[in-house]
C-alpha cells in the first residue's frame, strides 16, 4: 500500500520555495508601474468627533498632489464585508460623511506623483472637528447613558432582533440548583494586532480596455472583488483581482479595506494608484483579534458531571463591527466547548466601542472561547478534586449527544484522540478512562 | 514637505558651516537610526538634511590612558574595542546587529528615552563630549550635556566630534531589563563603576537609563555607598534612594510605576554584582 | 528638486541611479533597480526585511540614503542567487522549509550569509542573537534557525 503513496509520507517541496528561497517571489507591494500614484489617507487624530469641515487648499497647493478623494467620490460609501453574506446592517464608511469614531479612520484620501509628497499634503489638511465622548470598555458601552458609537442608537449588535446572540438547552436554573458544586470563572483577554511582516497593500491599474487589475495581498480575493464591484458599483468583469502572495494574514487582510479606494483613485486619474499601509497604520489602524471577556458558571456533581453550565460572553467590536458579529455566531455554538451538557445557556454580545475596529484573526470567535473553557475544566476538576484528565474524559462530547445548539454530535473522537495525546507523552490512563470509546452513551461499557 | 536638500559634509569644517549657512532648520543626522524612522512615515517633514557619515568622525582610538570614540564610530565598533569591556558590553546589548552596524555612539547620546543604553554605559564611566562649534572646540563633562528632555547643551550652531572615555582599572558591570534578550528598548538600564581597596568602595559612580528624560546618576546611593562594604543593608538603602530618584514616564514598554519598582530591583542587582556576590531580588 | 547620481557596486557591477535627496538605499533597490527581494515590512529599521550587505556587513537599506554609501559594495538576494541552482544558505532553507509566507526570508538569508562569513560554525546561541534584528510571524523561527544550522554543514552545530 504504502508503495502506491507518492506524496504521503513523503516530503514535499512546495512549489513556490524556489520563489522565496531567491527572492524572485513577488507580492504586490514590490510592484512598480510608471506614472504610478501613491495614496496616503487623512486619518481621524481622535476617539470620537463630529466632522464640521475639511479644508483641503493647502494641501493641494503641496508640488506632486494630483488630488483628493472624499466620501463624495465614492460612488456606494459603505463596506460590505458581512453584507454579501447576509450580516446586516451595514454601517462602515468607506470615508467618513460626518462623523469619525476611532483613531485612525479614514476621512480624505490624498494621491500624489510620491510618497513623500502625499505625506506632506495630508499633513496639510486643515480638519475642523468637534470632540465628543468616547467609550473604551465593553461593561460602559452597554450601560445606560453610554456614548453611543452606531448610528441606530445602540452599542450592541442586533441579531433577530436581539441585541445578542442566545442558544439555550434545557434548563439551566434547574441544572445550577441540582448540582452538587457551582464553579465560576471569569476570563479575558486584550486586543491582538496580526503584525504581518508585509503590510496590507494593493496597486490598481487601469487597463486599456476600460477594466481595473488590481494587484492585492488580500486573503480573500472574491470577497474584495465584490465589495470593490459595490462600493465603485462597477460590474465585476470590470474588475481582474490578481493575489495569491500574500506576506503573512493571519485573518488580518480578509477587511478589504484598501481595493475600492485605489482602484476609485485608477478610475479618477487613470493612472496606476498603490495602497500600502505604513508600519504604524498597520498596527494602529488596521483590525485586531477583538478583546474578549467570558463568564462561565458552571454546575457540576461530586462524580464530575458538569450538568449546567451558562456562558455570558462580550467581543469588543471596536468602532465598526467588521467579522465580529459572524465571531460572535460562531462563538456562540462553540462556547460550552466539547463536552456534553444536558442544560446549557449561552448569552454573548458584540459591544460597540470607539476602539481600533476588531476582526478576523485565527479561528476567531472560537480561539477564546477554548481558553476560557479549557482554563475553566481544569477549575471544575480542583473544586470537584478530580485530575483535568478524568474531568475531561468523563464529559467528553460522544457520538448522538446533543449539542447547545440542538444538533446531534456525529463521527466525535474526543475520548480517541484525549488516550492519543496520553499515550504520546507517556500518561498512563486508569482503567475506566481507557475503557472509554466514542460510541453513542446508551452503548458505553462503563464510563458515564 | 520633501526634503530638498541632502548633504554629506567630507569634513567638520565643512558640516559646521552647512550648520552656520542653514541654522537650526537643518536636521542632523548620522546612523538615522532615530530619524530615519519618522521621515519614512511622513511624521517627520524635514527641507534639509545633513549626514554625518563622510565627515570623519568615525575612528575609535587609545591615546594614553583615554579611549577617543568618534562621534560616528558605530556601535559594532565599540563591541569590537577591548579596552572598555563596558562599553562593549552596552552597546552588545542594544538593538541589533543590522542596527548596530549604523548607529553611532554620537547618535546615542541624542536618542530618547527608553533608548540611550550606551549614553548610560559612557555616564557611569564619567566620559567628556568633544564639541566643535564656529569659535573653536570645548569639552563637557556628560553629566552637564543633557539639560531635559531631548535637549541638550549644543548650541545650533555647534556639533559632537567625539567622546573621551577615561582608562582606569575599575569595576564596571552593565544590566539592561527589556521585555525580551535582544533587539529591546529598555525597561531600565543600569551602568556602574567603582573602585575598590580590599572590600571598601573607594569610588562609586551609578547610572540609570530609560527612568528619566536622559541618563541620570543617582547621586544618593551613589553617596550610601561610597566608603562601604557593599553590605546588605548599604545596598537595600541605596536601591532605596534609586528607586526613589528615579523620573520614569510610562510608554508601550512600561508603566512608570514598573521602571521606578525597577530601578531599585536593578540597582540592587548591580551592587551585588559589584560585590561579587549573586543576591536576593527585591 | 536637487536629484544626484549615486555610483556604487551592486552584485559586482557598477551602477548607477538618480536619487533624490535622502532617497534610501530601499528605495532605489526596489523601485529603480529591480532587487525586489529587498521588502519592504517596517521603514522603521524593526523589522529586518529590507537587510542588505555593505561591504559586506548586513545593514538596514530603509535607514540608509543611497549617497552614504556611494562607491561601496551592495549585495542583495539578487546578487547572491546563481543563474542555475542555489546558494547553499537558499538550499538549506529550501530542504528545512525555513519559510512559510516567505515575507522575511530574504532578509534571513542575507543575515545567514553574513553570520557564516564571520562564524563559519555558530552555535544555536549566536544563530539566535545573529537573528536577533529580523521578524518572523510565521514559522516561530526554528525551521529557519535548523536551516542555518544545517547551512553550516554541521547537523548539530553547537547546541
Same mark, same amino acid.
Given at each position: ?11 514535499v ?72 453574506i ?137 470577497f ?19 493575489g495569491?502572495m ?22 479618477k ?74 442544560n ?34 481544569d ?25 447547545p ?42 464510563g458515564? | ?21 542653514h ?22 517633514l524635514?527641507?534639509?538634511?545633513m ?36 562599553l ?29 543604553d ?43 566630534t ?115 556576590r ?5 | 528638486?536637487a536629484?544626484? /547620481?549615486? +555610483? ?5 557591477? =557598477?551602477?548607477?541611479?538618480? !536619487?533624490?535627496? @535622502?532617497?534610501?538605499? %530601499? ?41 552614504? /554609501?556611494? +562607491? ?5 538576494? =539578487?546578487?547572491?542567487?546563481? !543563474?542555475?541552482? @542555489?546558494?547553499?544558505? %537558499? ?43 529580523n ?6 523561527? =526554528?525551521?529557519?534557525?535548523? !536551516? ?12
Amino acid at each position: 500500500m504504502t508503495a502506491d503513496l507518492h506524496v504521503v509520507g513523503r516530503s514535499v517541496e512546495r512549489n513556490d520555495g524556489i520563489g522565496f528561497v531567491t527572492g524572485r517571489a513577488r507580492y504586490s507591494t514590490d510592484l512598480v508601474f510608471p506614472g504610478m500614484l501613491h495614496l496616503k489617507m487623512v486619518r481621524s487624530p481622535v476617539h470620537h468627533a463630529r466632522i464640521r469641515g475639511v479644508d483641503l487648499s493647502a494641501a493641494e497647493r503641496v508640488p506632486g498632489f494630483v488630488r483628493a478623494l472624499t466620501h463624495q467620490d465614492v460612488p456606494h460609501n459603505v463596506y460590505t464585508i458581512l453584507g454579501l453574506i447576509g450580516v446586516e446592517p451595514e454601517e462602515e464608511f468607506v470615508l467618513a460623511v460626518d462623523r469619525v469614531r476611532y483613531v485612525g479612520e479614514p476621512i480624505v484620501a490624498i494621491l500624489a506623483e510620491t510618497e513623500a509628497a502625499a505625506y506632506e499634503a495630508v499633513a496639510r489638511v486643515h480638519l475642523d472637528l468637534e470632540e465628543l465622548p468616547a467609550v473604551f470598555d465593553m461593561d460602559e458601552a452597554l450601560a445606560p447613558g453610554a456614548p453611543i458609537v452606531t448610528h441606530w442608537g445602540s452599542n450592541a449588535f442586533s441579531y433577530d432582533g436581539d441585541d445578542h446572540r442566545k442558544v439555550r438547552l434545557g434548563d439551566v436554573e434547574a441544572g445550577l440548583a441540582a448540582a452538587d458544586h457551582i464553579v465560576d470563572g471569569e476570563y479575558r483577554s486584550g486586543p491582538i494586532e496580526h503584525a504581518p511582516t508585509e503590510t496590507t497593500g494593493c496597486v490598481a491599474v487601469p487597463e486599456p480596455n476600460g477594466r481595473f487589475t488590481v494587484y492585492t495581498n488580500t486573503q480573500a480575493l472574491y470577497f474584495s472583488l465584490d465589495n470593490t464591484s459595490i462600493i465603485l458599483q462597477l460590474p465585476g468583469n470590470r474588475l481582474r483581482f490578481i493575489g495569491g502572495m500574500v506576506g503573512g494574514g493571519f485573518g488580518g487582510k480578509v477587511d478589504v479595506i484598501v481595493e475600492p479606494l485605489a482602484t476609485l483613485g485608477a478610475m479618477k486619474t487613470g493612472r496606476p494608484v498603490r495602497y500600502v499601509y505604513n508600519r504604524s497604520e498597520e498596527m494602529q489602524v488596521s483590525s485586531t483579534r477583538s478583546p474578549w471577556i467570558i463568564r462561565i458558571r458552571d454546575g457540576v456533581m461530586a462524580d464530575g458531571t458538569i450538568v449546567a453550565r451558562r456562558v455570558t460572553s462580550y467581543a469588543d467590536c471596536g468602532a465598526y463591527s467588521r467579522q465580529t458579529p459572524y465571531a460572535i455566531t460562531k462563538h456562540a455554538a462553540n462556547a460550552a466547548g466539547p463536552y456534553a451538557i444536558p442544560n446549557v445557556a449561552i448569552d454573548a454580545w458584540c459591544v460597540f466601542t470607539n476602539r481600533t475596529p476588531t476582526s478576523a484573526m485565527r479561528g476567531f470567535g472560537v480561539t477564546m472561547a477554548s481558553f476560557a473553557v479549557e482554563v475553566q475544566m481544569d477549575r471544575v476538576a480542583e473544586v470537584v478534586g478530580l485530575d483535568p484528565w478524568t474531568i475531561r474524559f468523563r464529559n467528553a462530547i460522544r457520538n448522538g449527544d446533543i449539542k447547545p445548539h440542538r444538533k446531534p454530535a456525529a463521527d466525535v473522537a474526543l475520548v480517541e484522540t484525549m488516550q492519543a495525546a496520553a499515550a504520546l507523552v507517556g500518561h498512563e490512563l486508569p482503567a475506566e478512562l481507557r475503557a472509554m470509546t466514542s460510541a453513542p452513551r446508551d452503548q458505553q461499557d462503563g464510563g458515564r | 514637505m520633501t526634503v530638498s536638500s541632502y548633504f554629506l559634509p567630507a569634513s567638520v569644517p565643512e558640516a559646521l558651516g552647512l550648520l552656520g549657512e542653514h541654522g537650526p532648520e537643518l536636521l542632523v543626522i548620522a546612523g538615522g537610526t532615530v530619524a530615519m524612522p519618522l521621515i519614512n512615515e511622513g511624521i517627520s517633514l524635514p527641507g534639509r538634511v545633513m549626514g554625518l557619515r563622510r565627515a570623519g568622525l568615525d575612528r575609535v582610538e587609545r591615546a594614553g590612558a583615554e579611549l577617543r570614540v568618534g562621534a560616528t564610530a558605530t556601535l559594532t565598533q565599540l563591541v569590537g574595542q577591548g579596552d572598555v569591556p563596558l562599553l562593549a558590553e552596552a552597546a552588545s546589548r542594544t538593538a541589533s546587529w543590522s542596527v548596530r552596524n549604523m548607529a553611532t555612539v554620537g547618535g546615542n547620546l541624542f536618542t530618547p528615552p527608553p533608548g540611550g543604553d550606551v549614553a548610560t554605559a559612557l555616564l557611569a564611566l564619567d566620559a567628556r563630549v568633544v564639541v566643535a562649534g564656529p569659535a573653536g572646540e570645548r569639552t563637557l563633562p556628560l553629566t552637564a550635556f543633557w539639560t531635559g528632555f531631548m535637549t541638550t547643551a549644543l548650541a545650533s550652531d555647534e556639533l559632537v566630534t567625539s567622546i573621551i572615555v577615561p582608562l582606569d582599572e575599575g569595576r564596571t558591570a552593565f544590566l539592561k531589563f527589556g521585555r525580551r534578550r535582544a533587539n529591546t528598548p529598555a525597561v531600565v538600564t543600569v551602568a556602574a563603576h567603582a573602585t575598590l581597596e580590599h572590600d571598601r568602595v573607594v569610588s562609586i559612580r551609578l547610572a540609570l537609563g530609560a527612568a528619566a528624560p536622559h541618563p541620570v546618576r543617582l547621586t544618593r546611593a551613589e553617596a550610601v555607598v561610597a566608603g562601604s562594604s557593599l553590605e546588605p543593608a548599604v545596598i537595600d538603602e541605596a536601591a532605596a534612594l534609586a528607586a526613589e530618584d528615579a523620573d520614569p514616564v510610562a510608554d508601550a514598554v512600561a508603566s512608570d510605576w514598573y521602571r521606578r519598582r525597577m530601578t531599585g530591583v536593578f540597582v540592587r542587582r548591580i551592587l551585588e554584582q559589584l560585590a561579587g556576590r549573586a543576591g536576593r531580588d527585591a | 528638486m536637487a536629484s544626484v /547620481i549615486v +555610483g556604487f557596486k551592486l552584485a559586482g557591477r =557598477e551602477v548607477e541611479v538618480m !536619487a533624490s535627496p @535622502l532617497a534610501t538605499l %530601499q528605495q532605489v533597490l526596489r523601485t529603480q533597480l529591480g532587487h525586489t527581494s529587498v521588502k519592504d515590512g517596517c521603514r522603521q529599521g524593526g523589522c529586518g526585511s529590507c537587510t542588505v550587505l555593505v561591504d559586506g556587513e548586513p545593514m538596514l537599506s530603509c535607514l540608509l540614503p543611497v549617497q552614504d /554609501i556611494a +562607491g561601496r559594495s551592495v549585495t542583495t538576494l =539578487e546578487a547572491l542567487t546563481p !543563474a542555475e541552482g @542555489l546558494h547553499p544558505v %537558499q538550499r538549506a532553507f529550501l530542504d528545512a522549509n525555513g519559510f512559510q509566507c516567505g515575507y522575511c526570508t530574504p532578509g534571513m538569508e542575507m543575515l545567514a550569509v553574513a553570520l557564516l562569513e564571520h562564524n563559519p560554525q555558530p552555535t544555536r546561541e549566536e544563530i539566535e542573537d545573529a537573528l536577533g534584528g529580523n521578524v518572523c510571524r510565521c514559522t516561530g523561527y =526554528e525551521p529557519i534557525i535548523e !536551516a542555518i544550522t544545517a547551512a553550516t554543514g554541521s547537523r548539530e552545530a553547537g547546541r
